[in-house]
C-alpha cells in the first residue's frame, strides 16, 4: 500500500463548478497534512495545511480532515480555469525529521 | 529577494559525468531537503539537513552526495550520471519543529542525461 494515495485523474469540471480532491494515507500516526498546487513546469506551491480533524476554510478552499478514516480531502469552491493544476497532498510522519511524503497529484482541468 | 533559489534551472549532460546543483534560502529556516520529480510528476524525498546535520538520507545511490557548508546553503552532487537520473530536482526549505513544518519550494533543475 502507498502511503499517501491519490487518484491520478485528469478530473475535469466546468468553471465554476465544486472540485474535490481526495488523498488517503496510510500511517495513522501522521501529523499534518498539506496540499499543494503545481503548475506545469513550476514548483510546488503551497495552498493549505491542516492538522485537526474537522473542516479548515481559506477563502475558495476547504481542507477536510479524518484522522479515523484516514483521509483528506481538498475542495475548491466556484473553480476558475486558473485552477488547473496538478494538487499534491502531502503528509508529515510523527517523529520522521520533517519528512514530508508526497501522494502521486491529481491532475485538474477546470473547463470555461 | 527569491526566497529559496536553485542554480542551475537546466542541465543537459553525457552519461557517465558529474553534476552539481546548489540551492540556498533566505528564509531564515532551519532545514533544507532534496526532493526528486520524475517524469510522472511523483515527488520524492531524498535527503534532509537540519543546521547543517543530515536528518534524513532515504534509498538514494552513493552517486549522490548532499553538502550542507551552511544551514542556508545545501548543494547536491552527483557522480556517474545515469539516464535514470533524469528528473526535476527541487530544493525545499522550513522551520523543523513549528506544528506545520511547511516546505517551501525552489523553481526546479531540470537534468537530462543523454
Known amino acids: 500500500q502507498k502511503e499517501v494515495e491519490q487518484n491520478s485523474g485528469p478530473l475535469s469540471v466546468p468553471e465554476g463548478a465544486i472540485a474535490s480532491l481526495n488523498c488517503t494515507y496510510s500511517?495513522?500516526?501522521?501529523?499534518?497534512f498539506f496540499w499543494y498546487r503545481q503548475y506545469s513546469g513550476k514548483s510546488p506551491e503551497l495552498i493549505m495545511f491542516i492538522y485537526s480533524n474537522g473542516d479548515k476554510e481559506d477563502g475558495r478552499f476547504t481542507a477536510q480532515l479524518n484522522k479515523a478514516s484516514q483521509y483528506v480531502s481538498l475542495l475548491i469552491r466556484d473553480s476558475q480555469p486558473s485552477d488547473s493544476a496538478t494538487y499534491l497532498c502531502a503528509v508529515n510522519m510523527l517523529n520522521q525529521g520533517g519528512k514530508l511524503i508526497f501522494g502521486q497529484g491529481t491532475e485538474l482541468s477546470v473547463k470555461p | 529577494d527569491t526566497a529559496v533559489s536553485q542554480t542551475p534551472k537546466y542541465l543537459v549532460t553525457q552519461m557517465g559525468n558529474d553534476k552539481s546543483i546548489k540551492c540556498e534560502q533566505n528564509?531564515?529556516?532551519?532545514?533544507m531537503y532534496w526532493y526528486k520529480q520524475d517524469s510522472k510528476k511523483f515527488l520524492k524525498i531524498m535527503f534532509s539537513?537540519?543546521?547543517?546535520?543530515?536528518?534524513i538520507n532515504e534509498t538514494v545511490p552513493n552517486r549522490f552526495s548532499p553538502k550542507s557548508p551552511d544551514k542556508a546553503h545545501l548543494n547536491l552532487h552527483i557522480n556517474s550520471l545515469e539516464l535514470g537520473d533524469s528528473a526535476v530536482y527541487f530544493c525545499a526549505s522550513s522551520h523543523l519543529g513549528t506544528a506545520a513544518n511547511v516546505l517551501t519550494f525552489g523553481a526546479g533543475s531540470r537534468l537530462t542525461v543523454l
Open positions: 528564509l531564515g529556516h532551519d532545514t
Open positions: 500511517d495513522r500516526g501522521s501529523q499534518s
Open positions: 539537513y537540519n543546521n547543517k546535520e543530515l536528518i
